[in-house]
């Protein structure tokens, strides 16, 4: 098992620009160690410009088989809603859809960035649906990259497929703002005592382009992780902060 640490990491990069802008200020002036990046949608190329300046990021693909374009040859219209990608319907993706649709996005995330992919999630968590899971892990071990679980099924058939990931895993977003203060101080105090955590926040601004149910909720967060009271709480729980790198290299 790799040593102990604690990975947070914004999902949503590239989701909107308002989003992009807050999501990277949680990491250049936050505590943020972390992002994955949607490549497959209008605001893709410039976040990825904007996330390009200065100090390099660890950021990896955040899958996104819910909204916008695929990416690969091939894949199945009858899979589209009005000639895109739709959350309704990732149920009904085959395991091969799904493998060859990670790598087209892995390539463009490579192709926009400069570099390669620090490990791969999945927006909405569609890789709860088993057929994503296979075609997921076979791309992942593929790329050799991490894959995030967010539970103990989840973890052992992505191990199961040689698949390397988190140990642990704290998160959510619903009608309210999940990470305030309160909530970051009551979940470090009580951090698992062996292996790597994943900590999956939203911060940002309110989107401005599109209808989302996490709007105002990520304006709390990056409040969170800007607080300079964060900063001081992830270094009194002693846990080193890192990023996906961590567990490259080891056995799913």
Known sequence: MPARALILNADDLGYDPAVTRGLLRSMREGVVSSATFMVNTPHSQAAAQAAREGTPLAIGLHLNLARGL????????HLLVAGALSEALAAALPSEVVEAETHAQLLRLEQLLGRGATHIDV?????RHPAVLQGLARAARAAALPVRSIDAQMRAALRASGVATNHHFLGDAGEDAYWTLPQLQRQLAQLPQDGVVELMCHPGYAPETLKSGYAAQ????????????????????GVPVADFRVLHGAQG
Do not use: Y
């Not at 927006?123 to 890789?127: F, N």
């Not at 990520?218 to 009194?236: G, I, K, N, S, Y």
């Open 218 to 237: 990520r304006e709390v967060e990056l409040h969170t992780f800007l607080d300079p009271r964060a900063r001081a709480l992830l270094a009194a729980c």
């Open 70 to 77: 695929p990416l690969s040859p091939g894949f199945p219209g």
């Open 123 to 127: 927006h909405k968590h569609l890789h």
